[in-house]
């Protein structure tokens, strides 16, 4: 149990200092974006690590939340576009942004357990679609959220636009990329772009706290229900294949041991002992 794949928990590393890991609860790992210099903004170290570690978190090691966050007091300024401020790199611009950017979120999207972002501070730009690339997000009351390529010149990815349409739908998002202004935390808030707003001070234990819960319950719950989620808002018209695997899906959690045991405590007024099978 040496190597990251199958190691202890201890052994997990991201690979560079940009990007730190730690477990602050049980079945909880935590990536922090720690590049302070740049307030936490995305250069390719960070995203590669985000990319080659989040795989590495699912294979051999009893993880079930995710906390993604930044090292205070700013979540993310965004992508870090200085690599790009030169006029030399015009024609590769978009080439520069896309790879370990799309390559980052992608990981994150594709991790199977429930992801949280914990809005520490600031999130603006690509930091405000990391963000909202997690199930959930939680936002110190002081944070302020934008998305500012209206400011840049920029046309932003249709992928993005999408996760953000998604999130929270057309007329919020065309009020977002069209007026490039930031938006105070409990207006966040209210257009569902966050799902919680704490007090500054304490965003970093509520936000274990939230992972620590979702960790507790039944892990073929939460990853199944991830699953069927993700499969639903990608296809708001299933196939009949579609809809067959997510019956199926269901179905086989009548047959586990983890459905049982949670019928079994539930009865009993007991805490389930999971198992995951």
Same mark, same amino acid.
């Given at each position: 149990?040496?190597?990251?794949?199958?190691?202890?928990?201890?052994?997990?590393?991201?690979?560079?200092?940009?990007?730190?890991?730690?477990?602050?609860?049980?079945?909880?790992?935590?990536?922090?974006? =720690? %590049?302070? $210099?740049?307030?936490?903004?995305? /250069?390719?170290?960070? #995203?590669? &690590?985000?990319?080659? @570690?989040?795989?590495?978190?699912?294979?051999?090691?009893?993880?079930?939340?995710?906390?993604?966050?930044?090292?205070?007091?700013?979540?993310?300024?965004?992508?870090?576009?200085? =690599? %790009?401020? $030169?006029?030399?790199?015009?024609? /590769?611009?978009?080439? #520069?942004? &896309?790879?370990?950017? @799309?390559?980052?979120?992608?990981?994150?999207?594709?991790?199977?357990?429930?992801?949280?972002?914990?809005?520490?501070?600031?999130?603006?730009?690509?930091?405000?679609?990391?963000?909202?690339?997690? $199930?959930?997000?939680?936002?110190?009351?002081?944070?302020? #959220?934008?998305?500012?390529?209206?400011?840049?010149?920029?046309?932003?990815?249709?992928?993005?636009?999408?996760?953000?349409?998604?999130?929270?739908?057309?007329?919020?998002?065309?009020?977002?990329?069209?007026?490039?202004?930031?938006?105070?935390?409990?207006?966040?808030?209210?257009?569902?772009?966050?799902?919680?707003?704490?007090?500054?001070?304490?965003?970093?234990?509520?936000?274990?706290?939230?992972?620590?819960?979702?960790?507790?319950?039944?892990?073929?719950?939460?990853?199944?229900?991830?699953?069927?989620?993700?499969?639903?808002?990608?296809?708001?018209?299933?196939?009949?294949?579609?809809?067959?695997?997510?019956?199926?899906?269901?179905?086989?959690?009548?047959?586990?041991?983890?459905?049982?045991?949670?019928?079994?405590?539930?009865?009993?007024?007991?805490?389930?002992?999971?198992?995951?099978?």
């Amino acid at each position: 149990m040496g190597s990251p794949e199958s190691g202890p928990i201890d052994s997990v590393t991201t690979g560079t200092d940009k990007l730190l890991i730690d477990f602050p609860a049980e079945a909880v790992a935590r990536l922090t974006i =720690s %590049i302070p $210099d740049k307030r936490n903004a995305l /250069d390719h170290d960070v #995203l590669d &690590a985000i990319s080659s @570690t989040l795989p590495r978190l699912d294979r051999g090691i009893d993880i079930r939340c995710l906390i993604v966050t930044g090292a205070d007091p700013v979540f993310s300024a965004g992508y870090d576009i200085s =690599s %790009i401020a $030169d006029e030399s790199f015009e024609r /590769d611009a978009e080439a #520069l942004v &896309a790879h370990p950017f @799309t390559a980052a979120l992608e990981a994150l999207d594709a991790f199977p357990w429930p992801t949280v972002a914990a809005l520490n501070g600031h999130c603006l730009g690509g930091g405000l679609e990391l963000a909202i690339t997690c $199930d959930l997000r939680i936002c110190a009351a002081g944070a302020k #959220l934008g998305m500012p390529p209206a400011k840049l010149g920029l046309i932003y990815g249709h992928t993005g636009l999408m996760r953000f349409i998604e999130t929270i739908g057309a007329p919020r998002t065309r009020e977002l990329f069209f007026t490039g202004n930031n938006l105070e935390a409990k207006r966040a808030e209210a257009i569902n772009l966050v799902n919680r707003v704490v007090p500054d001070g304490e965003i970093g234990p509520e936000s274990v706290e939230l992972a620590r819960g979702i960790a507790e319950n039944a892990p073929l719950s939460t990853r199944g229900n991830k699953r069927a989620i993700a499969t639903i808002v990608a296809n708001p018209v299933l196939s009949p294949e579609q809809e067959a695997e997510l019956v199926e899906l269901r179905e086989s959690c009548f047959a586990s041991a983890d459905f049982h045991e949670g019928i079994a405590a539930f009865g009993e007024k007991r805490k389930p002992r999971w198992t995951g099978r």
